[in-house]
């Protein structure tokens, strides 16, 4: 994977856990389709298994190890790739 531009802490992925929770129920959010759908709650679960490691809970601010991180960051690729199939924003047109 490549270099991030932020360090990913505990503290960072409570504030995207968060803020995609209010996104997706509060305000409305992006229409799942059943494709996207299991991308993004399988992305959600291995965010949370992040958010209740114990260690990482009493190290809020340190970064967390990249390969740690790297299964959360894979399904968040899944579901990009899902999004872009469903909104078509991947087709590649002549005109």
Avoid: C
């Avoid at 959010?29 to 759908?37: C, F, N, P, V």
């Amino acid at each position: 994977m490549g270099g991030r531009a932020k360090a990913v802490t505990h503290e960072v992925l409570t504030s995207v856990s968060d803020k995609t929770r209010e996104w997706y129920y509060a305000e409305g959010g992006l229409y799942l389709t059943a494709a996207s759908r299991k991308p993004y709650f399988s992305w959600k679960k291995a965010m949370q298994a992040l958010l209740d490691d114990p260690d990482l809970q009493r190290h809020r601010d340190r970064p967390i190890p990249p390969e740690a991180v790297d299964h959360m960051v894979r399904t968040l690729s899944e579901l990009h790739a899902s999004l872009s199939e469903d909104l078509d924003t991947r087709r590649k047109t002549l005109f």
